[in-house]
T-cell receptor
Framework: ETGVTQSPTHLIKTRGQQVTLRCSSQ?????VSWYQQALGQGPQFIFQ???????GRGNFPPRFSGLQFPNYSSELNVNALELDDSALYLC?????????????FGPGTRLLVL | AQSVTQPDIHITVSEGASLELRCNYS??????LFWYVQSPGQGLQLLLK??????LVQGIKGFEAEFKRSQSSFNLRKPSVHWSDAAEYFC??????????FGAGTTVTVRA
């Protein structure tokens, strides 16, 4: 049990729509990262937030955006959905005082784009 | 750029037998290395991590991994596999630029 929760668990959208995925971490986990895991592949880093500021970004277009809130929750927003956005989206948080690379993952949100 | 290769896509092992999963990484400096396990429909659980020091790392659930700089490897082992170890296993490398790079994963099937 990592204390990281994600909602919703499953989601179906159509191409062109927008989606917001949510993540809630434990108190004191002020670093949160988001990953995309396509079927049969390893997770790919999307971006990371530290104390509500973006702290690094992977090779994803600007239509992937995020927010982090003071209550240790965060959001991943994806605009203009494409079929290839279908994947498991994982958030991961890191407690204060640990290396950002040590991340505790939530169960994920499975997004299907039709 | 950092990257991870897991050469084995799928491994089948008998319950009680030993297990070794291979991981090779590419990174210019001293890497931070991780093994995660993912059960069907679940998120990723950290098994163990290596940052520095002793190259043999002990993790949860009886797993261990050995860092070999000369071979750029970080193989995961378990002496005796249980049926509950059936899952997908991911090796990952991290660095000071805060992101983890994962391999494509190895699926482990345990037969009775």
């Amino acid at each position: 049990e990592t204390g990281v929760t994600q909602s919703p668990t499953h989601l179906i959208k159509t191409r062109g729509q927008q989606v917001t995925l949510r993540c809630s971490s434990q108190s004191g986990h002020n670093t949160v990262s988001w990953y995309q895991q396509a079927l049969g592949q390893g997770p790919q880093f999307i971006f990371q937030y530290y104390r509500e500021e973006e702290n690094g970004r992977g090779n994803f277009p600007p239509r992937f955006s995020g927010l982090q809130f003071p209550n240790y929750s965060s959001e991943l927003n994806v605009n203009a959905l494409e079929l290839d956005d279908s994947a498991l989206y994982l958030c991961a948080s890191s407690p204060e005082g640990t290396r950002p690379e040590t991340q505790y993952f939530g169960p994920g949100t499975r997004l299907l784009v039709l | 750029a950092q990257s991870v290769t897991q050469p084995d896509i799928h491994i089948t092992v008998s319950e009680g037998a030993s297990l070794e999963l291979r991981c090779n990484y590419s990174y210019g400096a001293t890497p931070y290395l991780f093994w995660y396990v993912q059960s069907p429909g679940q998120g990723l659980q950290l098994l163990l991590k290596y940052f520095s020091g002793d190259t043999l790392v002990q993790g949860i659930k009886g797993f261990e991994a050995e860092f070999k700089r000369s071979q750029s490897s970080f193989n995961l082992r378990k002496p005796s596999v249980h049926w509950s170890d059936a899952a997908e296993y991911f090796c990952a490398v991290g660095s000071n630029d805060y992101k983890l790079s994962f391999g494509a994963g190895t699926t482990v099937t345990v037969r009775a």
